[in-house]
């Protein structure tokens, strides 16, 4: 390696020692005598004659005078590498550079080589019977240096490397054994290697006694690969890797290096063109726009015990789940992981949202896409600081007791030719055919799901944010366009699948192996699907065969895309007409229990022209705000659980915009009235409250027989009634008034087995913003039958508002 500022040069020890005579041939010496060679190292001679020892004070294998030198009489002349392997070798095309440079013994000795570009000289240093020698290397050119030594076996050695005015010592890399095992190496071939980040990357390591970083790729056809990085000027000629085999996996040890090590890996094609590459599956990245990996070792010592002790117990279907969608670099601009830690998890905690959605947190080169292309998908962004900091910013949520969700984007990535795309000069990580690579809509590549080191690079990804970050639930982005093979496609642009259909099966086999694989070996994590169409069986369980012949795809929740859109529909017309679209607010009720449902208010609905939550609604800014009040309060109430995205919680007006973040400024009271925006945080922490306390609301979100219409039909009036039951049976009665006017002694029907009933919440309270109407006295049921039901109350129902009532 070449020498880096913060390791001091070495001072060359002393004189050449010549050696004693040669150890009988019962006796081996070196530390490699009784270890396996590597199965595509060639075989040792059977027998090693002993050389002569050299003359006194003459390095061992004679003075250096270039390429090609004479050696003294009765010398054994060191043999020249042919020259298709030389420059195989120097042109980073070799396969088995480990064959060439090294030690190796031969019938006139221990030849060693060294490859050190730019280096004035290199000494082979070692020791025997308790004495230390030194043998002068012969310079053959190019920066390859090359020497025998008068031994039998081949010794323990380091090697001291000359630069100007410097001199480095380092044990020779390509001394050593694979440091990748035959078990690692089958489950790789195989695609299910499951803890793949602990095979393949860069890993701090002790091997055969020498500290340093083991390196390993998968490059399947590339002709050469090498390291390179900051401990090498970034010039990679001195550290080719060796090839393991069918594998496709590159492997190299460099002594030395550790944890902080910048590095890529410069990768030869087929066609001889050569790239330099971030590593797939580096654990950190630098701070983009820099591209390159580093080297990472987590010391990080978790303190949520208790949180992963009761997180495999709870059931999320059975649980209340109200998120707050976040994106981590805007939330507070400037923030650091930890200074989030330091706020966020209380002001979650405050409002009463159970758990957090974090948008991508994966390493990804243009902020601009709020981290939906990305580029180091084992690496948490480096903006916000290192892995540590994010499990340090996790760890808070969890001791604060609040879950951690995390999108995750398997559908697609970026082509940044120092990344994925093409990775070893073929499609690699992409499918080959250019029409089921390119992705229409966003100009990035998609995933070969049928090829089993991708598969198995993305299930393993999955599994490493759920063990190595205790992420608590994955949502997956964009699933319909993996599962349709025309999607966003026209004619002629698509390939049908072998049934001569448009459903893609090595997508939906992928994800069904990845919902397994997480279920399995994570207790207690969730994975959401965001998936737009109708797709039969996206919550299913995957042993479970639907009747289109596929198996469930095995997700525990998926985003309710179809409420989401109807919903915003209805909210946004005038009340006038409102009654026209009445259907858009009952339709969900249909299909609520086909799939497990989160119905999301997610950053997709508040950018890009579509405005924020408040300004969607019609009116002015009273009859805004009680809109939004309403709407939050029929969400909460509405079978499935929730999730609202940042800004949102207080009536943010603007769109939110990545640069900017929310505009917390209108939370100060100098700038807004108690019951404004406020009000409406306000709100989002009762409704948080009440909804926690009340097992109705999310106890049997995933069971028909907690829900119940009172009275769907009322278009006229723009109110809906209905009624939700825990376990128990205990309910919980909800009017929804979508019109601005106040409907006194509105009879609505209830169970007759509650006498009296009184309001829970209502979202006209004066506290959050509105008039003030409501129902302060208990009502008592009458034994007047309404809407189907034994007994009747008539409250009054407040404009543009939500009631909740529970039994009193």
Not at 10 to 34: F, H, I, K, N, Y
Not at 458 to 487: K, P, Q, T
Request: hydrophobic letters at 35%; aromatic letters at 10%.
């Amino acid at each position: 390696m070449y020498p880096r500022t913060d390791q001091p040069s070495l001072p060359v020890e002393g004189s050449v020692t010549p050696p004693p005579p040669a150890p009988p041939a019962t006796e081996p010496t070196g530390a490699q005598a009784d270890r396996p060679r590597p199965r595509w190292a060639a075989a040792p001679p059977a027998e090693v004659p002993p050389p002569s020892a050299p003359p006194v004070g003459e390095a061992a294998t004679g003075p250096a005078t270039g390429a090609g030198a004479a050696v003294p009489s009765g010398r054994p002349a060191v043999p020249q590498l042919p020259e298709g392997e030389r420059q195989r070798l120097l042109d980073g095309a070799h396969h088995d550079p480990h064959s060439l440079l090294g030690a190796h013994r031969t019938r006139n000795g221990v030849l060693i080589r060294a490859l050190r570009p730019f280096a004035r000289g290199v000494t082979v240093r070692y020791r025997r019977e308790g004495l230390e020698l030194r043998a002068e290397l012969t310079s053959e050119g190019d920066g390859l240096f090359a020497g025998l030594l008068p031994l039998r076996e081949i010794p323990d050695y380091e090697l001291l490397v000359r630069y100007d005015g410097t001199e480095h010592r380092t044990a020779d890399p390509y001394r050593f054994l694979p440091a990748l095992g035959e078990l690692d190496l089958h489950l790789i071939r195989e695609g299910r290697h499951e803890q793949l980040w602990r095979a393949l990357g860069a890993h701090p390591m002790e091997h055969q006694g020498i500290t340093g970083t083991r390196f390993t790729v998968w490059a399947p056809n590339a002709r050469g690969v090498r390291v390179t990085g900051d401990f090498s000027c970034w010039d990679g000629t001195g550290f080719p890797m060796r090839s393991l085999g069918a594998s496709g996996v590159w492997e190299l040890f460099l002594p030395g290096l550790g944890p902080g090590t910048l590095y890529k890996f410069e990768i030869c094609g087929p066609d001889g063109h050569r790239t330099t590459r971030a590593d797939p599956m580096a654990r950190r990245a630098e701070c983009p726009p820099a591209t390159a990996s580093v080297v990472e070792m987590s010391s990080y010592r978790w303190q949520d015990s208790a949180w992963m002790a009761i997180r495999g117990e709870r059931s999320s279907h059975t649980s209340p789940m109200s998120v707050y969608e976040v994106h981590l670099a805007s939330w507070r601009p400037g923030l650091t992981y930890r200074q989030l830690a330091e706020e966020l998890p209380r002001y979650v905690s405050d409002l009463g949202f159970t758990h957090v959605e974090l948008m991508p947190v994966a390493e990804h080169p243009f902020g601009g896409s709020w981290g939906y292309q990305i580029t180091g998908y084992y690496a948490p962004t480096a903006r916000l600081g290192g892995p540590d900091d994010f499990r340090y910013l996790v760890d808070a949520l969890h001791r604060q007791g609040i879950g951690v969700l995390m999108d995750w984007v398997p559908a697609h990535f970026p082509k940044d030719d120092w990344a994925l795309a093409r990775f070893d000069g073929t499609p690699c990580y992409e499918h080959p055919d250019p029409r089921r690579a390119e992705h229409p809509d966003w100009g990035t590549l998609e995933f070969d799901y049928g090829r089993n080191e991708v598969r198995n690079f993305l299930v393993a990804n999955a599994v490493y944010w759920c063990e190595e970050f205790h992420i608590d639930g994955l949502r997956v982005d964009a699933v319909a366009s993996m599962l349709y093979l025309d999607y966003s496609r026209e004619e002629g642009q698509w390939s049908p699948n072998d049934q001569g259909g448009r459903e893609n099966p090595d997508a939906v086999a992928f994800l069904q192996e990845m919902n397994a694989t997480v279920y399995r070996r994570c207790p207690g994590v969730v994975t959401l699907a965001e998936e737009s169409t109708a797709w039969n069986g996206v919550t299913r369980a995957t042993h479970h065969t639907g009747p289109d012949g596929f198996g469930g795809l095995g997700f525990g929740f998926k985003w309710n895309m179809g409420w989401m859109h109807d919903s915003l529909v209805y909210m946004s017309k005038d009340p006038v007409h409102r009654t026209f679209h009445h259907n858009e607010m009952t339709f969900s009720m249909v299909y609520a229990y086909s799939e497990n449902y989160l119905l999301p208010v997610s950053h997709d609905e508040v950018v890009h022209g579509k405005q924020a939550l408040v300004s969607k609604m019609p009116g002015d800014w009273w009859q805004q705000r009680a809109n939004q009040r309403a709407y939050l309060g029929y969400m909460w109430a509405h079978p499935g659980k929730q999730l609202l995205f940042m800004g949102q919680e207080f009536a943010q007006g603007a769109e939110w915009s990545e640069a900017e973040g929310p505009h917390w400024w209108l939370l100060d009271p100098a700038y807004s009235a108690a019951g404004d925006h406020r009000g409406m945080r306000d709100l989002v922490r009762e409704l948080n409250g009440v909804y926690f306390a009340t097992p109705a609301l999310w106890q049997r979100d995933t069971d028909p027989g907690g829900f119940a219409w009172i009275e769907p039909h009322a278009s006229d009036d723009n109110v809906f009634a209905f009624v939700r039951y825990d376990a128990a049976g205990t309910p919980l009665v909800v009017l929804c008034n979508f019109s601005p006017v106040v409907r006194h002694d509105y009879r609505i029907g209830v169970p007759g087995d509650v006498t009296a009933w009184a309001e829970a919440l209502n979202t006209d309270d004066p506290a959050y913003g509105g008039s003030g109407i409501s129902n302060h006295e208990p009502m008592k049921a009458e034994s007047l039958p309404w809407h189907g039901l034994d007994a009747s109350i008539t409250p009054v129902l407040p404009p543009l508002a939500t009631v909740w009532l529970r039994p009193k």
